[in-house]
């Protein structure tokens, strides 16, 4: 589905990534992991159009997204759940919802859509006239997804839905994208929060310093040494 080649961006003078290559297939679940700094949500802004890449190439079901504008990537089929949730925080929860129906295809089915995702999260339905900047971190959380579902992705991108979260919260959430991933989704999820994610996801990637450190299956990295020393203390 997703196939990135040398990938290479950054900020202005910044360089961030340095010859990225990844790949998603149709239905997986592939987790991005590593520390501060690894160049985890540049990757995921550089998926969703938000930044050029300095070069390579993305290519999304066979089509190369190089020279599409962002608003295009959403129609493609990519949606972004981003870092810290950036939702309307005096919009209801609804109202954010809709934000997430705006290209044609989705707002042609978003009566559908609506139900689809207060079936997904009925505490959504219970908080729908509720200010979204009133919600707790967690149900935030569940709304920001179910903004980025409401445009029927193909490609679901989360960038760290743990982060900020109490424990039982975190636990929680993962609870939601595995039920997203029961519904057929295929996700690309950034997470600090190794050890849970890698119970979650079919392969993953360790992003150090803006390069592919490691890749493989969840049970590969569950294993590795240098994983397992360097980032869960085991």
């Known amino acids: 589905m997703l196939k990135l080649t040398d990938i290479s961006a950054g900020y202005g003078a910044f360089q961030a990534l340095w010859g990225i290559n990844l790949e998603v297939k149709t239905g997986e679940a592939v987790a991005v992991v590593g520390p501060n700094g690894a160049g985890k949500t540049t990757l995921l802004r550089v998926i969703s159009g938000q930044i050029a890449p300095i070069s390579g190439q993305i290519i999304f079901e066979e089509r190369n997204l190089k020279d599409l504008a962002p608003h295009q990537f959403v129609e493609e089929g990519i949606a972004h759940c981003p870092e810290n949730r950036r939702l309307f925080p005096k919009l209801t929860v609804e109202e954010n919802l809709k934000m997430g129906a705006f290209i044609p295809s989705a707002r042609n089915d978003y009566a559908n859509r609506l139900i689809w995702v207060y079936q997904l999260f009925p505490q959504m339905l219970e908080r729908r006239h509720q200010l979204a900047g009133t919600l707790s971190g967690g149900e935030q959380q569940m709304v920001a997804i179910g903004r980025a579902l409401m445009s029927k992705p193909k490609l679901l991108l989360l960038d760290e839905p743990s982060a900020g979260l109490a424990p039982v919260i975190v636990m929680h959430v993962f609870d939601l994208v595995r039920r997203i991933r029961e519904e057929g989704f295929t996700v690309l999820i950034v997470e600090q929060n190794i050890q ?14 803006g390069t592919v450190k490691l890749d493989g299956t969840a049970e590969e990295l569950k294993n590795n040494e240098f994983l397992r020393q360097a980032y869960m203390g085991l």
């Open 196 to 209: 849970q994610v890698l119970e979650l996801v079919d392969r993953a990637y360790l992003l150090e310093v």
